[in-house]
């Protein structure tokens, strides 16, 4: 634990939204109420690739409380260039359905019922054209064109939010350095199960149109953002957001884009407003999935120490894929964190187009995906070294000295950073050293049933991620604090964590400070809950506008009370000579009547610091049937500075789900190819984890105390989870014998494995 005594940061403290959560009183945008509100509801294509011979409307347009029926054909003009995907090329609603449940029409009228019944009233007839599925197929120089705006299937890489972002990693001399190695290995892997995390809330979005700018109320995470997003698909057409409570974020419902931009088009053709609700089924089909990711690779260690990689990496962004460039270059930074010694790389990443449902930000965000794939291709390596795996992680992760290319392709050099200590405790904690026999050799065995143990390292330097700006603001007359900044809440206390940083710095108890409704029309900029980025980034801003608030309070009262600031305090409310204590001066007295004090407060993007996980895990495997179960999980961290135990503790449980075990072993839509469905429509064919199938999941956290920020803390949060599915797989091969590597891992895997398939 820390050794500075604070009276808030490091303390146990109730979140403010936490009564209303629980007692049903917190208010979503589905409970939003809005004058002549229509409902959209879209007709979806039953084709993965099919272009539309003929379309009648008619019928749909003449139903009772219809107000608008929209296809390719009858475009409002104001919307004539809105596209989807990034860049924005592709109509929203155009003449060909690039996958099963792709939007072909759209219906906004008085309620779902009648806007269902419409789009059972349109008659079409598709032109079934060729599909493709796979990178590797969609990449062949005969592959069908997913969409003819992206020659090749291949999405081009353009500057995306004022970024280019990085496609290719290239340092020192590949070549060189393979001749260098003492032991290489070249091998595939891949990692797609187009995971959908199934947030508790279904995405739902309300937008209208003021002739200038649009309006949104979205169950997004990231209102600011979420704008831009949507401006940059509108040709420049300005975005304000509103946010009430999010119910679960797991990433995929920052954008929305299709969602968001079917409401837009109803909304401007109509000039009322408009809200698409996504219904469960919706929700697990056709809403944001996780990326696929295809590694092709070799690696080479000299002196146990990763020396050289070189491959292409396939990044699978589905029909649509609104930040595909942002997560490739994310990903390719990430491999530098875990691999911090190693000065040679050439690593191409390409952002592939296939006919399966669209693709998007998800918890992992680039990096979890392909060190899923690259993590388990470096264990053989190191198997074939003889090298205990913990050692290996020890040797090779970054530390201050090391550096990196970030998503931007700039530099940045390591600083303040050693986890060794750590990975140290954590491996203790989890009896690493009685607990592993060696490579592919189990921990123990039963009968047909043998246990194995597995380990992981992750790291993202994304805790630095983006400027975030925040005021804080000082009423006299009621003694309560204001904190203005834009942070959704999407279910981690994010937004009661940054009431600590301005109570800490102005001394104030933690319920006179209030956390103002997430507007982007009233709230400074800020990028909002994505990776791990907040604790670092938009802590730092509170921080800083508090101290401002803070600054002027104390000189207006110094100027009163003719005493220089230093000799002032400033504590609960009250300013104090520091040598009077127990005589209070009300800030009334030196604060003019009708006027509040306003401190502001900014970071700027800074790569230079990761966080990190190692994470621990055991598992059972059957043999004979190839059932696997997950018996035991130890994640281990250095946050830097604890903000909030049960905070803290909540991520580390929160990533076991959506993340690690779900991606590792549980969590799988089944995509029939031939025709491009996805046949599992509901929580009970989807494959997912139950509550019974959560294991004891215990921590090591340390806490280090870097001078990155006032309060020193890193931040944890998107990577809680990441290490875990490269982990499961190391662990499944120890206790087979045989290396096994397939996400997820299935029965049938694991008997091909052992040769009994």
């Not at 359905?97 to 219906?107: F, I, K, N, P």
């Not at 190695?181 to 309300?206: F, K, Q, T, W």
Request: aromatic share 8%; hydrophobic share 40%; proline share 5%.
């Amino acid at each position: 634990m820390s050794s500075i005594e604070y009276r808030h940061i490091g303390k146990n403290a109730q979140r403010v939204d936490a009564v209303d959560i629980v007692t049903g009183g917190a208010t979503f945008v589905n409970d939003y109420k809005m004058k002549d509100l229509l409902y959209a509801k879209a007709l979806r294509s039953s084709h993965a690739h099919a272009r539309i011979k003929k379309i009648d409307i008619s019928k749909a347009e003449a139903l009772e409380g219809v107000r608008a029926v929209l296809y390719y054909g009858n475009i409002p003009k104001e919307c004539e260039g809105w596209g989807l995907s990034t860049p924005p090329a592709v109509p929203v609603l155009g003449r060909e359905a690039s996958y099963v449940g792709d939007a072909v029409a759209l219906v906004a009228a008085e309620t779902e019922q009648i806007a269902e019944m419409a789009c059972d009233l349109i008659e079409i007839e598709y032109e079934v054209l060729p599909a493709v599925f796979s990178t590797v197929d969609a990449v062949k120089p005969d592959a069908p064109v997913v969409h003819e705006e992206f020659e090749s299937n291949i999405l081009p890489n353009v500057p995306f939010i004022g970024e280019d972002m990085m496609d290719h990693l290239v340092r020192g001399d590949v070549e060189k350095a393979f001749a260098e190695c003492d032991i290489i290995v070249e091998g595939e892997n891949e990692y797609n199960s187009l995971g959908c995390p199934m947030a508790m809330e279904p995405p739902c979005v309300i937008m209208t149109y003021e002739e200038t700018r649009m309006k949104a109320w979205a169950s997004t995470q990231v209102a600011k953002m979420f704008g831009n997003s949507c401006t940059s698909r509108m040709r420049g057409m300005p975005v304000d957001t509103t946010v009430f409570n999010v119910g679960g974020g797991f990433g995929n419902k920052a954008s929305m884009q299709c969602t968001t931009m079917y409401s837009a088009l109803l909304a401007v053709a109509t000039r009322q407003p408009v809200k698409m609700n996504m219904t469960k089924t919706e929700q697990l089909l056709v809403h944001d999935q996780r990326i696929g990711m295809y590694l092709k690779c070799r690696l080479g260690l000299k002196d146990g120490i990763v020396h050289a990689v070189q491959g292409t990496c396939y990044l699978d962004c589905g029909s649509y894929n609104d930040c595909g460039q942002w997560q490739m270059g994310v990903g390719l930074g990430e491999c530098q964190v875990a691999f911090g010694k190693c000065q040679n790389w050439d690593i191409e990443g390409k952002l592939v187009m296939t006919n399966h449902v669209q693709t998007g930000a998800v918890r992992g965000f680039g990096g979890q995906e392909i060190k899923a794939t690259l993590m388990p291709l470096a264990m053989q390596a190191v198997e074939k070294a003889g090298i205990d795996p913990v050692e290996f992680c020890m040797k090779n992760f970054a530390q201050t000295g090391d550096g990196w290319y970030w998503r931007e392709r700039k530099w940045y050099d390591c600083r303040e950073q050693d986890y060794v200590p750590a990975m140290e405790a954590a491996a203790e904690k989890f009896r690493w050293k009685d607990r592993w026999k060696g490579w592919n050799q189990p921990t123990s065995v039963n009968g047909s049933k043998a246990t194995g143990v597995g380990v992981s390292v992750h790291g993202n330097a994304d805790v630095g991620e983006d400027a975030s700006e925040a005021y804080v603001r000082f009423e006299p007359i009621t003694g309560n604090v204001y904190l203005h900044a834009g942070l959704a809440e999407q279910g981690n206390g994010e937004r009661s964590n940054l009431r600590k940083f301005a109570a800490e710095v102005l001394d104030m108890p933690l319920e006179k400070v209030y956390v103002t409704p997430l507007n982007s029309e009233s709230n400074p900029m800020d990028a909002g809950p994505i990776g791990s980025r907040c604790t670092l980034t938009l802590g730092t801003a509170v921080t800083r506008a508090a101290e401002d608030a803070l600054e002027q309070i104390l000189k207006l009262a110094a100027d009163t009370l003719h005493a220089s600031p230093h000799d002032l305090r400033f504590h609960d409310g009250m300013v104090y000579y520091k040598n009077r204590p127990q005589e209070p001066h009300h800030p009334m007295e030196f604060i003019p009547f009708g006027s509040s004090i306003t401190g502001f407060g900014r970071y700027l993007s800074n790569y230079s610091k990761s966080n990190f996980n190692i994470y621990f895990c055991e598992v059972e495997v059957d043999r004979e049937t190839g059932e696997t179960k997950l018996l035991d999980v130890l994640v281990g961290t250095d946050v830097g500075q604890i903000i909030d135990p049960r905070a803290l503790n909540m991520q580390v449980h929160g990533g076991f789900g959506a993340a690690a075990a779900d991606t590792g072993l549980m969590d799988e839509n089944v995509l029939d190819r031939p025709s491009g469905h996805v046949m599992t429509g509901n929580m009970i064919d989807y494959k997912w984890r139950t509550f019974n199938d959560f294991p004891p999941i215990d921590s090591v956290i340390l806490e280090s105390l870097p001078e990155i920020s006032r309060f020193k803390a890193t931040g944890f949060g998107e990577i809680s989870g990441a290490p875990g599915p490269a982990a499961m797989m190391m662990a499944i091969s120890n206790a087979i014998g045989v290396d096994y590597c397939e996400y997820p891992a299935s029965r049938e895997g694991i008997l091909k494995a052992l040769g009994k398939l």
